[in-house]
């Protein structure tokens, strides 16, 4: 067989204390697609940050050895010099500049010290006819759908005389003409010569092209399956990619006593006009009181946009279809509505959107409620400590008081203020994006705790989760989402981690 | 209060545990202190040179007046600034309204009792629109306020244009900015009403400061220990009481400060004690966390842009009638001024954090450089130079202090 053009040999590196990789060993063949695959948070982007210099030479252990020599490279540009070049998700262009600008930016074509226009332009059209994009290099990027957009990224890649070219996702946002098209071009720069990595979560795909595939799970290397023996299946990926045992510990709670409807979607759909596309598609679902609801699905598979269309819209899709809430078909106007429905939304980027970090507990508390704690307009101070100190109690939060600053909370404490903001509203439905992402076992548990006590007094929970141990160990019914659809539901009894798996990868 | 004593009350006792809190609790809050630290070192340096002339009575009084209408700005600024934004319109916004003022009192015979609130109105609507701009239709608050800037100056310009200044002879009105509050009795030549006033001050000051350490106390909150409470309200009492004296001295408070005092004692009310004031800073400290909270940040927006355009028709009211005439350039680099000030009171670009009294003490500090410059003599190309460094310095500590922290 050919040679390696890649290995990355016993490849580690941690973050504060969480190990991303341990001891990976990667290998790719000369002129192959090698496909990478695993579930978010396996490790994938990370390896590839190693691999392209964005994580320095030094601040990860083990070897890269690149066409037959160690590589040392501390930052992107190194790895480019050397003929790598990665594509990532979010692509790197600018809007607002030409295509062959974009082609050429950061890699100027000179004369002297001058950037020689005509020769760029002349160059930037052998670049789209190699990536065979037949349009006026002086488009502005942004003119481009995404296809259109995705190609020219390739087109940059090329002009960097690249041997190696790592795409993350390439065909995420993409549609399927589109990614037909895409997956047809990586085919014909493989005959030329050109070795691919390609991370996906599409398994038809890594199918269809990969001519080896390795499998990440939790920071390692489970495998790598060979293509020429037939080893690449739909079963056999699935089964590397999920293969870990659920042994954490989810608290046991008695039969729950599930009642009426307290939320169905009737054909729902949004459409975001800025990225142009649905992030939700003909969603039909429901919740009934007294139940927690998982919403499995990879990342970028449209819960968080499902959960905010319904949480009054924040983001201002253009919504189609019903909403029914306890009987009574509704529209909310501003999220502000919602919570006066009763609805609530803890958000999966704490620190992001959810908390005000520069302020204390008892303010990140009472926040979305301050009608709670104040008579026509003045707060009641006292009030507002009372109550806060009564969350801190009941959910253990450590700190000295509620007067301490939310920012020099843990993850885990932070993560219970803003699941008490949000009871302190009193919902009846507890929309929870990701409610244990990146907080330890302990608060893990805690957290758990917390929501079996809310749906046995009656409140009916979504549980949107990307960790299928998570869904699995909390649910009583699950439905998996993938492209902004609905793929499927499956009932506590029926669900395992392969069926969600198979339906979260269509 | 006995049973609920904290740990640190054991060592408070000692002078060696004296120091030492001391000691913490200033490098702690070194951001806020900074700033009164620096208007004594203002102020003492000014007294010595000008050998005590800057603490006169007279000076003191002067320096207030003049600190009146730039002052609040700052506040509204401050809240501006609060949340992410930036009012460029103001200076000339109130040199504008200041104008129509006096059309109104002189030309047209308004009452001025009509006139102030016909003026406050106008300068609300004023601040709205630019809020609407903002918020709903999305232009960035420095361009939008920019091009109010111009217009307010063409729109000024354009109004006294014909007259040249407009001189206003309402001794009422006139009063605003340069009368006094009536004293009721001399007393050895002293303002009476005046030091009543500045009595209650201190009386209330220490009040609400017992009340809210008991406060804190029953919630087993961390508080200073006795002595440095027993300190710093004797510390705060003594400057109002000598604040009061001096002016006692003079002629008493002067209208100016008590709008001043006024407009500080509700907005620090505003902002700190009610729900719209949670509202500002949340959000200002995270705007689609306050959106997700059910908090509308359009309707935010308008509030602070209406009380900002409020607050720059009575600095154009305080400006008018100091000067008992409406002139072509009135309101000039008043917005630029009042910017300085809220970021000397320790406003942060970054949102959510800034105090109303902050912002005050900015205006005062700023104030002082002006006044004390002016008795020595300094060149007014030095003192724009001086001013310019205090500003940045004043940006570098905050900077500096907050990354030490974070």
């Known amino acids: 067989m050919s040679e390696n053009i890649l290995g990355m040999r016993q490849i580690s590196k941690e973050f504060t204390g969480v190990k991303a990789l341990a001891s990976v060993n990667f290998k790719v063949k000369k002129g192959e697609i090698h496909c990478l695959v695993g579930e978010n948070g396996a490790g994938k982007s990370t390896l590839m940050k190693v691999l392209s210099g964005v994580y320095p030479y030094g601040t990860y252990e083990g070897d890269i050895v690149f066409e037959g020599a160690v590589q040392q490279f501390h930052k992107i540009t190194d790895s480019v010099k050397a003929g790598i070049v990665i594509i990532y998700q979010e692509l790197a262009l600018f809007p607002d500049l030409t295509v062959y600008e974009n082609i050429f930016a950061g890699n100027e074509v000179k004369r002297g010290k001058l950037v020689d226009w005509n020769r760029t332009i002349v160059n930037a059209k052998d670049m789209l006819r190699k990536v065979k994009l037949n349009i006026n290099p002086e488009t502005l990027v942004k003119d481009l759908g995404v296809g259109k957009q995705q190609l020219v990224e390739i087109a940059k890649a090329l002009s960097k005389d690249v041997k190696l070219l790592i795409l993350d996702e390439p065909t995420a946002a993409l549609n399927e003409d589109d990614s037909e098209n895409l997956l047809q071009l990586l085919r014909e720069l493989k005959t030329q010569g050109i070795t691919c990595i390609m991370i996906s979560h599409k398994l038809k795909e890594v199918i269809s092209i990969a001519d080896s595939a390795t499998v990440l799970r939790d920071g390692q290397t489970i495998c790598t399956l060979d293509g020429s023996k037939g080893e690449i299946t739909e079963n056999a990926i699935i089964k590397h990619m999920v293969g870990r045992e659920i042994n954490d510990i989810y608290p046991k709670r008695p039969n729950p006593s599930i009642g009426e409807d307290v939320l169905e979607l009737r054909n729902w759909s949004a459409f975001d006009p800025q990225l142009g596309r649905h992030v939700a598609k003909n969603v039909n679902f429901h919740v009934r009181k007294g139940e927690i609801v998982g919403i499995a699905g990879l990342m970028g598979s449209g819960r968080t946009e499902l959960a905010l269309s319904i949480f009054g819209n924040p983001k201002a899709y253009k919504l189609q279809g019903e909403l029914v809430l306890e009987g009574v078909p509704r529209k909310f106007a501003h999220t502000s509505d919602a919570i006066g429905a009763g609805i609530a939304y803890v958000t999966e980027d704490r620190k992001g959107n959810g908390l005000f970090l520069a302020q204390d507990i008892k303010s990140n508390i009472t926040a979305a409620h301050l009608r709670g704690i104040s008579t026509s307009g003045v707060i009641n101070d006292n009030e507002e400590v009372k109550i806060a100190s009564e969350y801190k109690n009941s959910m253990h939060i450590k700190a000295p008081s509620v007067i301490q600053l939310v920012g020099k909370l843990s993850g885990g404490n932070q993560q219970k203020v803003s699941l008490g903001k949000w009871l302190f509203v009193g919902p009846k439905l507890l929309i929870l994006d990701e409610p244990t992402r990146g907080i330890d076992v302990g608060a893990k548990f805690e957290i758990y705790t917390i929501m079996n006590k809310l749906i046995s007094e009656g409140m009916s929970i979504i549980m949107i989760s990307s960790e299928l141990g998570e869904v699995l160990g909390m649910s009583d019914r699950v439905y998996v989402m993938a492209e902004g659809e609905i793929k499927g539901e499956l009932s506590i009894a029926e669900a395992d981690q392969e069926k969600i798996m198979q339906l979260a990868t269509q | ?406």
């Open chain 2, 1 to 406: 209060m006995e049973l609920n004593r904290k740990p640190e009350a054991v060592t408070a006792g000692t002078p060696a545990g004296f120091f030492q809190e001391a000691r913490t609790l200033i490098k702690e809050n070194i951001r806020e202190y900074g700033m009164y630290i620096a208007l004594f070192v203002i102020m003492i340096t000014f007294t010595i040179m000008t050998d005590g002339l800057f603490m006169s009575s007279r000076n003191i009084s002067n320096l207030l007046d003049a600190t009146g209408y730039i002052a609040v700005l700052a506040v509204g600024m401050t809240l501006v600034i609060v949340i992410r934004q930036i009012d460029l319109s103001v200076g000339f916004a109130a040199g504008f309204l200041g104008a129509i003022a006096a059309i109104l009192l002189t030309q047209a015979g308004v009452s001025m009792y009509i006139t102030i609130p016909i003026i406050l109105v106008l300068g609300a609507v004023l601040g709205l629109i630019n809020g609407v701009l903002i918020a709903k239709i999305g232009i960035p608050s420095f361009v939008a306020t920019l091009a109010g800037m111009l217009v307010f100056r063409g729109a000024l310009l354009q109004i006294t244009e014909k007259t040249g200044t407009i001189i206003i002879k309402d001794e009422h009105f006139n009063a605003i900015g340069n009368g006094f509050i009536p004293s009721i009795v001399e007393v050895n030549g002293l303002h009476l009403l005046s030091l009543v006033l500045g009595l209650l001050c201190i009386v209330l000051y220490v009040l609400s400061e017992i009340s809210t350490r008991r406060n804190k106390l029953k919630y087993e909150f961390e508080v200073i220990s006795k002595p440095i409470f027993a300190l710093k309200l004797v510390f705060v009492s003594a400057i109002i009481a000598y604040i009061t004296w001096i002016l006692a001295q003079y002629n008493g408070f002067s209208w100016t400060v008590v709008i001043m005092l006024l407009v500080v004692v509700v907005y620090h009310f505003l902002t700190t004690r009610t729900v719209l004031g949670r509202h500002i800073y949340a959000v200002g400290s995270n705007p689609e966390a306050a959106h997700l909270s059910g908090i509308n940040v359009k309707k935010i927006t308008y509030i602070v842009f209406g009380s900002m355009g409020m607050l720059a028709a009575l600095s154009g009211i305080l400006f008018t009638s100091r000067l008992q005439s409406a002139t072509t350039t009135a309101g000039t680099l008043f917005e630029l001024d009042a910017i300085a000030a809220a970021y000397i009171g320790g406003v942060s670009s970054a949102g959510g954090v800034g105090k109303v009294t902050g912002a005050i003490i900015g205006a005062i500090v700023m104030a002082s450089l002006s006044s004390g410059m002016n008795l020595l003599g300094v060149g007014i190309s030095y003192q724009y130079m001086i001013r310019g460094g205090v500003l940045a310095a004043a940006v570098i500590f905050d900077v500096m202090t907050r990354k030490k922290r974070g």
